[in-house]
Each structure stands twice: as C-alpha cells, then as structure tokens.
C-alpha cells in the first residue's frame, strides 16, 4: 500500500502483501505515531490487535536509537541521508548490512520520514522483478507530478537473484528512488556488483549488554510499550540480555513474552496500581531456555573459561565440549572463546601438533566475520583439535625461562658478528665481520656463536618432549645445537 499526497490509501501495483503503508510527513500519518496510540494498559485494543512490543517500540527518531554509533555520528552518509542533508551529490542509496535485531529496518523507516518522500517497502521473500517495475513507474510519476522522491525499502536482498537486482539498477543509477535494503548476509557475496558500486555500505554491529538494557527500560516505562505496569528483577534482565544477544528484537519479544506469564499468575484482587514484578523464573517460562549459572562480568566467567581450557589441556573432549557450550548458552562473547582457543594451542599443544594453532587462528577469524549461531560449529571444531592434539608446552616454558633471565640482568652485548652491517660506519666499528652465512654450508648450519657470552654455558631453553610431531624436533634440535655450538 501506500498513502498519496492527500492521504487517501490506494493500492499501488509495486506492493506486496508484507508492504507497510507508505509514509507522508504528517504527524498523523507517521508509521510511528500508531505504535504510541496502543499502549499495554489503558488501551482497548484487542492482544490479538496489538502490534508486537517490538514494533511499537521501533524508534521513532534518530535519538531514540540505541548503538550504531559509528555509522550515525554527526557527519556520516547514513545521518545525513537520514536527516535530509543530501548535498550537491544528491542522496546516496544505501545497504545495510546486519545481525537480526540491530535496526536494518529502523534506519530505514527514518530515511523515509524525511520531509517530502514517499516510502515503499518490499520484501525480496514475495516481490519480484514485475513489482519492481512498478515501483519504479509509480516513482516517475510521483518526481514527475509532485517533484517527491520516492524511498524502496528491500528487506533481505540477498534472496534476490541476479535478475531482481538488475532489475533496480536503473532507478538507482538515475536516483528514480533511494534504495535502502537490508540484509543479514555479507553483501560482497549475494549482492551484484554493480548495485554495490551504487550504493554506500552500512555495517551494523550488535547492540552491548548496555544498550539492550536501555532498550528493556524504555519498553517498561513508556506508554507506547508496557506503561510502567512491570518490574524486571535484576536476574531476569541479566537473563533477557544474556538471551538476546545483542538483538534488540529479541530482547523485546523476550520480555513481552515475561510481561504475559507474569500477569498470568497474578492473584485475583490485585490492586490495579501495583506494579508487577517479573522475575527469572517467568523469564524461563516464556522463553523456554533456563537461564545458565554465568556472570560474564564476575568469578564464573573466569572459573568457566578456565575449565574450558583445563579440559582440552587435559585431553578431555567432552569436558571441554560442555564448557564450551556453557559460555555460549551464557551469551558470552565468541570472540573471546575463540582467542582463548588461539591460546591454548600454543601454549598447551605447541609443537606437538603445529597444525593445532593453525586451527585455532582460522577458527578465530572465521568466528569474526560469521558470527552466532554457526559460529558454534567452527569453535566446536578448534576445541576438539586442542583436546585430541598431543600436547607440550615447550614452548611455553623455553620463553618463560628467557624471559626470565632477561628480568635477572643477564644477556650481554649481541656478539660483534650478528650486528647489523647495513648503515654508514657500521663496518669501521666491526659489525658484521666474521658472520658465516649459514646457506654457503652444504648442511645449512655452520658453527658460530649467536647467544651473548654470559649465556653460552648452560643455557637450554627449549626442551622438546617426545610427543606427537615433537619427537623428531628432539632429536633434530641435539643434532643442531651440537653443531652450532661446536666452536
């Protein structure tokens, strides 16, 4: 649908059955107005008429968005298009590109409420090439009887094909409309690159645990969202944040799920100006999902981490397996799981298994530019290798015991011979001369000095072990040492 000029509704041919009704810039005509006419109390609007507490808690303008600081600072293409300043370029179209829940299809209605432009909303799941044609016709109409620009919002891109998105390339290229579609999926692979090069790119980033927690406020106090009827214990709106994961829809629907067991089990008689208390319990009962026994600020996300690692030391896979899913049911942060895993594998499995590491550094990259749910699998994969890798932590030990020698005072001058060679003056003062370089010597190891003379009696710092791919360093580093120090 969408709404005209004078305001009457029309059924335009671009719209599909998930369209929202075009927006004017009238204060009775705002998308956002009819989600502060319905409020959880004092409202007699039906439940099953009542849009979701996520819809009427969208925001409603730029200051009422939580996060995305970077892509909204003062200055920045996405404010400026938001706020109308297009400029001598004229406005850009723009994708955006996000986790669920971070407020792809916020921005876009705020681009839309500019003053003098028409909104359009598709949806890629059910709209094809013909409805955007139509758009595009009915844009040409609009820039050309009413000089009123017209905004397509896409939502979920990616599901267009090749063909679909051709298809926009005109309007877009021509400014016929400001296109701003979102996606959950990276754009450089299901976006063509002629649309890319078209529009700017938005990365949304999840919301912080602080946020989310602004987000719950809101929605508890304001008319438009539970009026202030509900209180939120503290442990059930860790769990809510814990759940959310940095999806602010999800949050929401969350507590409104709470909202209903909570006023379910009401006693009959309740004083209407008493507040209702939602604790964890109800949380859970809404959600289905007990709450896990973590706190990421406190002692468990230290005595967790520390078992998860602890178990692949030990070798213990399905111990660290559950520690690993612990922390991710508890919200905790990917990143740092998978960083933790980096770890491990030098420090505990270390030459043992150098393919270990490698696992580990993959998995951590990986981890960034996927992200949850399927960032579990990869993780999952990197923590068995760490556990079922045979371990040593020589390594490990063989820098600790340089280090601290280095803290002791020990370590003299770099012999005259390694110095370096490469500036003005450098061989007046000797350095460099008598270096034997190593790959003259059919063996590639020559005998010469390299420890400070303080150090070459005694000094052993790494001690390979005989397991895994390290047992045949052992033998390979007496062999080395014996001919290099052979001087």
């Known amino acids: 649908m969408e709404v005209d000029a004078s305001g009457t509704s029309s059924v335009a041919p671009g719209d599909t059955r998930d369209s929202l009704p075009a927006m004017t810039t009238g204060a009775d005509d705002d998308l956002f107005a009819a989600s502060s006419r319905d409020s959880w109390a004092g409202s007699d609007a039906s439940a099953a008429s009542m849009p979701p507490l996520a819809v009427r808690m969208r925001p409603r303008s730029l200051d009422e968005v939580r996060g995305q600081h970077d892509v909204l600072r003062p200055g920045s293409p ?3 298009l938001i706020e109308g300043h297009a400029g001598a370029a ?9 986790p669920p829940g971070t407020g792809k299809t916020t921005l876009a209605h705020l681009v839309a409420n500019t003053a003098g432009r028409r909104f359009v909303e598709l949806s890629a799941v059910t709209a094809g090439v013909k409805d955007v044609r139509a758009v595009m016709e009915a844009a040409a109409r609009e820039r050309d009887m009413y000089d009123r620009q017209t905004v397509l919002f896409l939502d979920e891109i990616h599901r267009f094909t090749k063909a679909q998105q051709d298809a926009l390339l005109p309007g877009v290229e021509n400014r016929l409309v400001v296109l701003v579609a979102a996606t959950t999926e990276n754009p450089s692979f299901s976006v063509i690159a002629p649309l890319l090069s078209r529009s700017m790119l938005i990365t949304l980033g999840l919301l912080s645990d602080d946020e989310l927690d602004d987000v719950l406020a809101s929605a508890l106090a304001e008319e438009r969202g539970l009026a202030g009827v509900f209180t939120l214990e503290p442990q059930a709106r860790q769990h809510v944040i814990r759940m959310a994961g940095g999806d602010a829809r999800r949050a929401l629907t969350a507590l409104e799920a709470a909202a209903g067991v909570a006023l379910d089990a009401q006693p009959a008689g309740r004083a209407d100006d008493q507040k209702i208390p939602i604790d964890l319990s109800q949380v859970e009962q809404a959600v289905a999902h007990a709450a896990v026994r973590y706190d990421r600020a406190g002692d468990q996300h230290y005595d967790v981490a520390s078992a998860l690692i602890k178990s692949m030391r030990g070798s213990d896979v399905d111990a660290a397996l559950h520690y690993l899913a612990r922390m991710l049911e508890a919200g905790e942060d990917p990143r740092f799981i998978a960083r933790r895993i980096v770890i491990a594998a030098s420090e505990d499995v ?3 298994d150098p393919t270990a590491l490698q696992t580990a550094v993959a998995a951590m990259h990986a981890v960034a530019q996927i992200g949850m749910p399927e960032a579990r699998i990869i993780l999952a994969q990197a923590v068995v290798h760490n556990a079922m890798a045979p371990k040593s932590n020589a390594s490990y030990l063989g820098i600790n015991e340089a280090i601290a020698d280095i803290r002791a005072g020990k370590g003299g001058p770099v012999p005259a011979h390694l110095r370096g060679s490469g500036y003005v003056g450098a061989t007046r003062l000797g ?24 150090l070459l009696a005694g000094t052993d710092y790494y001690r390979p072990t005989d397991r895994g791919f390290e047992q045949s360093l052992s033998s390979r580093w007496a062999r080395l040492r014996d001919r290099i120090r052979a001087t």
């Open 90 to 98: 004229g406005p850009l179209s723009a994708i955006i590109w996000g």
């Open 78 to 80: 996405l404010r400026r």
């Open 350 to 352: 270390g030459m043992a």
């Open 431 to 454: 350095h460099g001369q008598g270096y034997a370089y190593p790959h003259d010597d059919p063996s590639g190891v020559v005998p010469q000095q390299y420890l400070p003379d303080d």
